[in-house]
């Protein structure tokens, strides 16, 4: 049974892409879901793991691929010629949403640079493992710049989405947007220097997957010359990205999962991408789904009716089996709200997904309605090891684009006819 989910949705790629012959954002989808399928076949076949002590069980395989392909349902489409027909976006409301974003977001990095410079000047491994002890053996403290930068970045890191968007949408209908696509692709990366504070990988990760996801949704009505600039500037992230990446997997997995083969670093990124299916399957084969809590869910609704505080170390102690594993965003939902639940909760994600997709004139879509299409992206796209939005200073962003869009929406401009 271990092999059902990758044929599963191999298959599925396969049938996609064969029939409607483009490659899209659910393409992305069902290509990073099948390497870690795969990767679940590898993991479960390494001797040396206990992973493979795992009963994989039919009935996991077949929720677990029947409601990820409903998560996914929304961004199947048939074409890539569905963008814009028609700019009716209102460009001052949007250069002055962006020039805001881009200030707070250019403030949060600055205050933070010299400790971004002392992460890339030592260790960054260690800091995954222990920030505040690391930090004080090396004789570094935190300043009151830093203070308010590392402030900035908890609460606005998350309008990244919203940046990157906004990044697309400036080289396609903004009249000399280089200089604001640039900052506008600067402010973007500051979740990667939150993540930086805690020697982190995964919010890079999440924004390569938002970045390339915008190109694809985007890049049919790019400019060539806008392609060519996209191409040179990625690359020379991109190659940042790849040696903080590197420096990062060699200093925390170089002596683990290695058994004496000398090759802990691979290893671990298997296990990082191949363990959600293995933990989901022992999970929903081995619980017993007797309790519904919504704090991770709905993180912000749960304090106005609720008078418990939420505290998710508390919440994990009380968790009948590892909760640091990666069980996906799908196990996320089911420990938290059952199979029921998440069943109900993902027939109202289609409904609002499908519904924002038939808002549309004459075949197109505005720039506030993809905003909150790449909202409900993030869910599955960032979901692979987790469900990402499970706190209250997660979901300010989430909020914040659903404001943004409502604003795009009431200020359009109107054309007749």
Not at 60 to 84: A, E, H, R
Not at 112 to 134: E, R
Not at 233 to 243: D, K, N, P, Q
Not at 394 to 411: D, H, K, Q
Request: aromatic share 22%; glycine share 6%.
């Amino acid at each position: 049974m271990i092999y059902f989910p990758f044929f599963y949705f191999l298959v599925l790629l396969c049938y996609y892409s064969i029939r409607y012959k483009i490659f899209s954002i659910g393409s992305i989808l069902l290509i990073l879901y099948t390497l870690s399928s795969f990767c679940s076949i590898v993991l479960y076949n390494l001797e040396f793991l206990t992973y493979r002590d795992s009963d994989i069980k039919i009935e996991s395989c077949i929720y677990y691929c029947g409601i990820l392909t409903l998560f996914f349902l929304p961004f199947f489409y048939k074409n890539n010629g569905f963008l814009f027909n028609r700019d009716k976006t209102n460009h001052k409301l949007f250069g002055i949403i962006s020039k805001s974003l881009i200030i707070i977001n250019v403030v949060a990095i600055l205050c933070s640079l010299q400790f971004i410079l002392f992460v890339f000047t030592h260790n960054p491994g260690s800091f995954k493992i222990d920030a505040a002890s690391t930090l004080s053996n090396l004789g570094y403290s935190i300043g009151p710049f830093e203070s308010l930068g590392f402030t900035l970045l908890g609460y606005f890191s998350g309008f990244y989405i919203v940046l990157l968007v906004f990044f697309f949408y400036s080289l396609i209908f903004y009249k000399n947007s280089r200089k604001l696509s640039f900052l506008l692709l600067i402010s973007s990366m500051t979740p990667i220097v939150n993540g930086m504070r805690v020697g982190g990988r995964v919010q890079m990760t999440y924004w390569i997957l938002i970045f390339f996801s915008c190109y694809i949704f985007f890049k049919n009505q790019l400019p060539a010359s806008e392609k060519k600039y996209i191409r040179k500037t990625s690359m020379v992230v991109f190659l940042i990205f790849i040696l903080y990446f590197a420096s990062i997997t060699i200093s925390r997995f170089s002596d683990s999962y290695s058994f004496g083969n000398g090759q802990g670093e691979i290893t671990s990124i298997i296990v990082y991408l191949g363990q959600p299916f293995i933990n989901f399957n022992n999970l929903f084969s081995e619980y017993d789904f007797n309790q519904i809590n919504l704090a991770r869910i709905f993180p912000i609704t749960y304090d106005i009716f609720s008078n418990y505080r939420f505290d998710l170390e508390i919440y994990r102690q009380t968790m009948p089996f590892d909760s640091t594993l990666f069980y996906g965003f799908l196990g996320d939902f089911v420990f938290d709200v059952g199979v029921v639940g998440t069943i109900i909760y993902v027939i109202g994600y289609l409904f609002v997904s499908f519904t924002i997709k038939h808002m549309k004139i004459r075949g197109s879509y505005e720039l506030y309605q993809i905003l909150i299409f790449f909202l409900l992206l993030q869910i599955p796209l960032h979901g692979l090891f987790f469900y990402s939005i499970w706190n209250k200073t997660a979901t300010i962003p989430v909020g914040g684009t659903i404001v943004i869009s409502a604003l795009l929406f009431v200020n359009r401009n109107r054309y007749e006819g």
